[in-house]
């Protein structure tokens, strides 16, 4: 350490390095200027409205009912219900683009503060299937008191206990990284996770190993294979892992999601469809309730997804999907060789995958009700363009999630007032210059 020796010759001088540098330290600095420099970005220019032409008749009834019911915006309801079909038939269907294979599989994430009612169109969507899940839940139940009582019998016998069933389940909520690939294991390599408010997802991510848990979940978009190896256990190999993920989160907890796992920078967040409202609103009460005949309709629609039989032979596109397809992924190369943004770049070069993936869903959707499109086996044009539509509409969502800091972080006022509260601002003058202001400016912030 140096000895100092002499007083300095310039006091005042030393007196306003000192304070820059105490302004400097508390990181307070470079967020102010940031604020400054990024307060008057408009938005509005990047906004897409919804596509709802070329939804299939049954999603778009029951998005239009729960839309007026519950006074959100129709995408709520409308995703929801995609995520909802995705769930429901898993890996029983794939799309074979020529060079890549895909299941119907779905990331979604609906961004909006609370209170605004995001929650019960997620429900209300997934609200058939856990039913299922419920009945489903029932029979195991009764299988495994059978298995107690056989096993009883087996012991007094000694002879060999027979195998214990498990739980068929589609739909999971809160667990461990252990428990999800038990659960994936049992159930085919399939499950989703529908969950309201994912930040206690967001949460336990590292919270109980550090194995990796963020790259496995990059696996699982993939649909790559993976095995679990852990001491004293059977390995767990699961093929073309499938899960498709549904929740709602707050705009102010997903940028700290986003920042504190570096989600960004590894390409988790650029695997997922973000919808998110520049402006919404909770609307005012309405007396109205949903028309049942309405939910009666989908609610078969998502038990005879269920239900359906696996499929051996993947759709294919029609010769017309096909060159809008092409045309899509041209375009969209185009769009991520002219950004700068990495995450942008990234969220866009996954949309070729995303695309195919909806058209798959729209298309099961389709041949449901119409059976000479379903014996056909193939992605029409209709499903197709409908898919590019809604990834378009999601590219300019994405826009919001990177600028979600500046959307939700303090005004520079406010940060100003932050500093003088919680530091005190000593020498306005040289904290005026370290951010481009007036010392005027400063000193009336300070005296309001």
């Known amino acids: 350490m140096t000895t100092k020796k002499e007083a300095p010759s310039n006091v ?3 007196e306003e390095a000192n304070n820059q540098e105490q302004y400097k330290s508390t ?6 200027k940031a604020e400054i420099q990024t307060k008057t970005m408009n938005f509005n220019s990047n906004d897409t409205v919804f596509p709802t032409n070329g939804l299939p008749q049954v999603i778009l009834d029951f998005g239009l009912e729960i839309s007026e019911v519950y ?7 409308v995703l929801s219900a995609l995520c909802a079909v995705s769930s429901a038939i898993t ?3 794939s799309i074979d683009s020529g060079k890549y294979r895909n299941f119907g599989q779905l990331w979604l994430m609906f961004v909006a503060p609370p209170g605004v009612g995001k929650s019960e169109p997620m429900a209300a969507a997934f609200r058939p299937l856990q039913r299922l899940e419920n009945l489903s839940y029932d029979a195991y139940q009764v299988e495994l008191s059978n298995w107690k ?3 009883s019998e087996a012991k007094q016998t000694r002879s060999q206990e027979p195998e214990k069933p498990f739980f068929k389940q589609c739909l999971i909520d809160d667990f461990t990284p ?6 994936m294991f049992r159930n085919n390599g399939a499950v989703s996770l529908c969950r309201d408010e994912l930040s206690g997802w967001f949460a336990d991510f590292g919270r109980y190993n550090k194995s990796g848990e963020i790259s496995r979940y990059l696996s699982i978009f993939n649909n790559a294979q993976f095995c679990i190896n852990r001491k004293s256990e059977e390995p767990l190999q699961i093929p073309e892992p499938f899960m498709t993920i549904c929740g709602t989160i707050q705009p102010e907890v997903l940028d700290i999601a986003l920042n504190n796992n570096s989600l960004k920078e590894n390409g988790f967040a650029s695997r997922f469809l973000y919808v998110y409202h520049k402006v919404i609103k909770k609307q005012k009460y309405s007396e109205k309730t949903p028309n049942r005949i309405v939910l009666d309709r989908y609610d078969e629609l998502i038990k005879h997804c ?3 039989p696996r499929s051996e032979n993947p759709f294919i596109l029609s010769t017309e999907a096909k060159t809008f397809f092409i045309e899509y992924a041209n375009q969209t190369a185009d769009l991520v060789n002219n950004c700068s943004n990495n995450f942008l770049r990234a969220t866009y070069a996954k949309m070729e995958i995303q695309v195919l993936r909806i058209s798959l869903i729209i298309q099961i959707i389709r041949g449901i009700y119409d059976n000479a499109e379903w014996l056909k086996g193939q992605i029409t044009k209709e499903a197709i363009q409908y898919a590019i539509n809604l990834c378009n509409y999601f590219n300019s969502n994405i826009l919001r999630i990177e600028n979600i800091e500046t959307a939700t972080k303090t005004t520079p006022v406010e940060a100003i007032k932050i500093i003088q509260k919680e530091y005190g601002i000593k020498n306005k003058q040289a904290f005026a210059d370290s951010i481009g202001l007036t010392r005027q400016y400063i000193s009336k912030i300070c005296n309001e």
């Open 27 to 32: 990181n307070f600095i470079e967020k102010l």
């Open 178 to 183: 252990e428990s999800l690939y038990q659960t």
């Open 12 to 14: 005042a001088g030393i």
């Open 149 to 151: 009582s056989e096993c």
């Open 91 to 93: 890996k029983k269907f």
């Open 306 to 308: 269920y239900y359906l």
């Open 71 to 77: 006074g959100v915006p129709v995408e709520f309801p």
